[in-house]
């Protein structure tokens, strides 16, 4: 190799070298390279492993967030008067003379403190919302804040199907939480619990959404946001907060095994805060929730029912109330809803919380399905009562495949009929019903009056046998029955 070859090469090893050392020297102030497909974060060299300081800072957010919330959070004592069962005097002469010289020893009713939490909504107005269960009964209400400061505080309104309620206290102006919008809220999203568990003054857990749309108890108007941050007895009525502090839930209820004594199971439920902003407005301004009322019991349409009906999706009437606007409007049993005001509904329990929504004495279009036709239906909405009897229908679930119905029919008798409240009816009676059987399953008792199947009318007990065995196995079947004077009902199964 000559001489000027050989300079070359030396120089090109020379340049090779010092640039690895240099990268090197670069990479080691730089710091390790993180792994592929992990997001950039900063390095600890001392420890020469990755640190997520998004962790340190998400930690700073739960104290700040909490900081803020507790001073919106307050813890509601009260005070109730709880029934003692077996204590209560008669009424004969020998009870009179025992009541006065024992009575004041065993009071029919003692006193018993309760605790619960509540989050200020209007400090200069002093309202505060918490949840129904936590005052009601209260003769005495108390509020006492996070610097141990106490305020007496008294009822405003009370809403129980929603356990909601807003108190008041007086004594001059208070912090007022942040509300935001629950409808925006994601599960998997963090989440902050404040209030008072076992009596622990503003206790903070942290967890996420874990699912949205939660129905406990379908009878009431429930839309829970589920969470696994911890909730235990003392924190209804508390604030699920979100990352920007703001209140996006009232913590409710939490799902237990232990019924005695009920404790955070990792499941608990938040009313969302849109749906207690319109509660409250309406118990603040006028002490109670009025809501619109129409008179039906109703399942959302199953797959059997659609197939006999002819129609894909809607509300199944079940029965129409006697002397409401469903009956005054012509509503019938087996109509299908499909509109109201205007607007699709396809599921039972979301047009029941439709209807109620609309201010009673309004006036509402419904679309229905009848006779294989649409038709519209005008009604004026009248006030929920109390005790609210429309409750939802329940699904039954489609039956297993079984070689009879297990069901007995018979001719209505006049005997039967008078009996039974179906003068001037036509049909036939049920007079067994196997517990094992599919028609047990779809609700069919005995002493029910089977009038149509699959819309055509049953007069006799020849009718029944001919038209039930025209439906072929896994066809749906669609009942139209009475069950008692004024109770007409439709039930669906599929043949087996």
């Known amino acids: 190799m000559t001489r000027s070859k050989l300079l070359l090469l030396s120089l090109v090893i020379v340049l090779t070298l010092g640039i690895g050392v240099a990268g090197g020297l670069w990479l080691a102030r730089r710091g390790p390279v993180p792994p592929a497909g992990l997001a950039p974060v900063t390095a600890s060299r001392a420890s020469g492993r990755w640190v997520a300081l998004d962790a340190k800072k998400l930690s700073q957010t739960f104290v700040a967030i909490a900081r803020q919330t507790r001073s919106v959070v307050v813890s509601v004592n009260t005070e109730k008067l709880i029934r003692q069962p077996g204590r209560r005097f008669g009424n004969g002469p020998l009870d009179d003379l025992l009541r006065g010289p024992f009575e004041r020893f065993f009071p029919d009713d003692i006193p018993r403190q309760t605790l619960g939490s509540g989050v200020i909504i209007d400090g200069k107005a002093g309202y505060i919302l918490t949840n129904h269960h936590v005052v009601d009964g209260a003769t005495e209400i108390s509020v006492k804040f996070v610097d141990e400061q106490k305020r007496e505080a008294r009822l405003i309104g009370s809403d129980p199907k929603t356990d909601l309620a807003v108190i008041r206290t007086d004594g001059g102006a208070l912090p007022d939480a942040v509300l935001g919008d629950s409808d925006e809220t994601e599960v998997g999203e963090w989440v ?64 237990s095994t232990t019924s005695a004594f009920p404790s955070f199971q990792g499941a608990g439920f938040a009313i969302p805060i849109n ?48 002397r409401t606007p469903a009956e005054r409007s012509g509503l019938r049993v087996g109509d299908v809803i499909v509109e109201f005001q205007g607007q699709g509904v396809e599921e039972s329990t979301k047009f029941r919380d439709a209807v109620a929504a609309v201010r009673p004495g309004t006036t509402v279009e419904l679309k229905v399905w009848r006779d294989h036709a649409f038709r519209l239906i005008t009604l004026t909405l009248d006030e929920l009562p109390a005790g609210d009897p429309t409750r939802q229908a329940s699904t039954t679930a489609p039956p297993k495949p079984h070689e009879s119905l297990g069901l007995r029919v018979e001719p209505l008798t006049p005997a039967d009929a008078r009996r039974l409240g179906y003068e001037r009816q036509d049909g036939v009676l049920v007079s067994e019903v196997e517990r094992s059987g599919v028609a047990y399953r779809s609700d069919l008792r005995p002493g029910d009056l089977i009038q149509e199947i699959n819309r055509k009318p049953v007069g006799s007990v020849a009718d029944y046998r001919r038209i039930i065995d025209t439906i072929k196995p896994g066809q749906g079947a669609l009942l139209f029955i009475r069950r008692g004077e004024n109770a007409t009902r439709v039930i669906t199964f599929r043949m087996p």
């Open 192 to 255: 902050i619990a404040v209030g008072n568990p076992f009596g622990l003054s503003h206790t903070v857990t942290a967890g996420i959404i874990s699912a949205r749309g939660r129905i406990l108890n379908p009878e009431n108007y429930e839309d829970f946001i589920q969470t696994d941050a911890a909730i235990n007895p003392g924190n209804s009525g508390g604030a699920l907060v979100n990352l920007d502090g703001e209140v996006i839930g009232i913590n409710t209820a939490i799902a």
């Open 275 to 322: 749906l207690a902003r319109t509660v409250m407005g309406k118990l603040i301004k006028t002490g109670h929730v009025a809501r619109g009322y129409l008179g039906i019991r109703m399942e959302t349409l199953n797959a059997e029912a659609a197939e006999q009906l002819g129609v894909k999706k809607g509300i199944l009437v079940h029965q129409v109330e006697k």
